[in-house]
């Protein structure tokens, strides 16, 4: 399983950016996506996670300003970053868990992460 990730870059305090990460592959289910991030000299952290059924879980640092969407038919995960600070500045980590195969019988668990796209957020 593939995973694209879009829509990072600079953006000034208060602003917004929205990032986006496809998954592609033999993907038979997916269970959680979700977005990480991981500063300079930090370890990387959980920003956001949204379920198959769109349960949502959230970062005490970013509630009331990020929001996690998820298209199912597409595969595709969304993170829109609202009132942006420069403490989000970070590369931002697609993460999705499911399970790879054609059929029911065949199936495996898988975990991937994207590439990471970078997110400035200057003062």
């Known amino acids: 399983v593939q995973l694209v990730e879009s829509g990072g870059g600079l953006v000034q305090a208060g602003g917004s950016l929205r990032l986006s990460c496809a998954a592609s592959?033999?993907?038979?289910?997916?269970?959680?996506m979700g977005w990480y991030r991981q500063a300079p000299g930090k370890q990387r952290e959980l920003v956001a996670l949204?379920?198959?059924?769109?349960?949502?879980n959230y970062a005490d640092t970013v509630k009331g300003r990020f929001t996690i969407s998820r298209d199912n038919a597409k595969n595709t995960v969304h993170l829109q970053m609202n009132s942006l600070k420069p403490e989000d500045t970070a590369v931002y980590y697609c993460y999705v868990e499911g399970y790879s195969g054609t059929y029911y019988y065949n199936r495996s668990w898988f975990g991937s992460w994207g590439q990471g796209t970078q997110v400035t957020v200057s003062s």
């Open positions: 949204i379920t198959s059924g769109g349960s949502t």
């Open positions: 592959g033999s993907i038979f289910s997916i269970n959680v």
